[in-house]
């Protein structure tokens, strides 16, 4: 790919012209975590070095829209403001290819994720300081981007190289010319040093976790095991290991009296909520928490992947992070591969 070198001061130039052009977030270091905010707010750049502690799903899914109103000839879909967004790590960029596979493939695509898609541009970063929750490797990434992205940061001294990744990040660069220079062989070297020494640890780090057979395989064997029963007593059906989650992409509709006229809303649901899947006549196929719990796992892990060819668990480690009842996703799948 084509790779070009930018100091630190003209990147931050470079973010001053972008938000010129539409809204603008960037990833940043707030107390002790990464969080994305507007730049406005910021008014500076640091290399974020991990992933943010929010996914970047609310910038193309929202989780709340009105979609549609009645009775009315007009259509609920307004044309959105460009924006981009600078900090998406190659976990977020995972999660954003699994949810384009639902939203914009197949007969029926959403048009609101569509049109937030096409208005927005993804800058992504190498990670340098991975947590110790991070375990993208065994969903079989890397800690840095290989694709997804318009343009890919990786900090090197003095500045950052840049990676373009498509039409719409070699425009970025073109139009800016005048901030970017050639990256050297010496960039680049110290480009993959960096690479290797951050992947090496998030194996290491991940080795106890790592399945002796392929996702998929394990949970055929694995259905009736009494490991999801002991790992689901800490549970409390909150739904925040599935909010948090960069590749969750449920839904509710529901309608809403405004006035003389009627909306039609679309919000985040969660599969974890007893009444997720209750359908007519009051049937519900998984009307324990057990069984949510352990629906969760197969739908990243066997469904998704039979039906679009990859995980969608990016090992991003948030839903960890998140969890009241300190459930860790990789000992409940370290405990049922053991069976």
Not at 25 to 39: C, G, L, Q, R, S
Not at 113 to 133: A, N, Q, W
Not at 304 to 326: D, H, L, M, Q, S
């Amino acid at each position: 790919m084509e790779t070009h070198y930018v100091t630190e001061a003209d990147f931050v130039s470079l973010l001053s012209r972008l938000e010129k052009q539409g809204d603008l977030y960037v990833a940043t270091h707030e107390d002790d975590k990464v969080a994305i905010k507007p730049f406005s707010e910021v008014g500076d750049f640091t290399y974020p070095g991990v992933r943010a502690f929010q996914p970047l799903k609310p910038l193309f899914f929202s989780m709340l829209e009105e979609v549609a109103e009645y009775p009315t000839e007009e259509e609920a879909l307004r044309e959105s403001k460009p924006f981009a967004i600078i900090g998406a790590a190659s976990c977020d960029l995972r999660a954003i290819q699994a949810l384009d596979r639902v939203f914009l493939e197949g007969d029926f695509k959403d048009p609101f994720y569509e049109e937030r898609r096409r208005k927005g541009l993804i800058v992504s970063f190498d990670c340098t300081d991975p947590l110790d929750t991070c375990f993208c490797v065994l969903m079989g990434l890397n800690p840095y981007p290989e694709g997804g992205f318009d343009l890919n940061l990786t900090k090197v001294e003095g500045g950052y190289i840049v990676e373009v990744g498509s039409d719409k990040g070699k425009k970025v660069v073109d139009e800016n010319k005048s901030l970017f220079k050639p990256a050297t062989e010496n960039h680049l070297s110290q480009r993959q040093a960096i690479r290797s020494k951050v992947t090496e640890t998030v194996e290491k780090q991940s080795k106890e976790f790592r399945p002796a057979a392929a996702w998929q395989e394990i949970l055929a064997r694995a259905f009736d095991d009494s490991a999801w029963a002991r790992n689901v007593e800490t549970c409390v059906e909150c739904a925040a290991c599935l909010f948090i989650c960069p590749t969750c992409q449920c839904f509710l509709l529901y309608d809403e009296r405004a006035g003389d006229r009627y909306k039609r809303l679309k919000m985040w649901d969660a599969c974890a909520y007893r009444n997720f899947a209750k359908v007519a006549g009051g049937a519900n196929p998984r009307p324990h928490l057990v069984e949510r719990f352990k629906h969760r796992y197969y739908h990243k892990l066997d469904y998704f992947p039979k039906n679009y060819g990859f995980e969608a668990c990016t090992g991003c480690g948030r839903c960890i992070v998140a969890c009241p009842g300190k459930i860790d996703m990789r000992k409940v799948l370290k405990e049922v591969c053991k069976s």
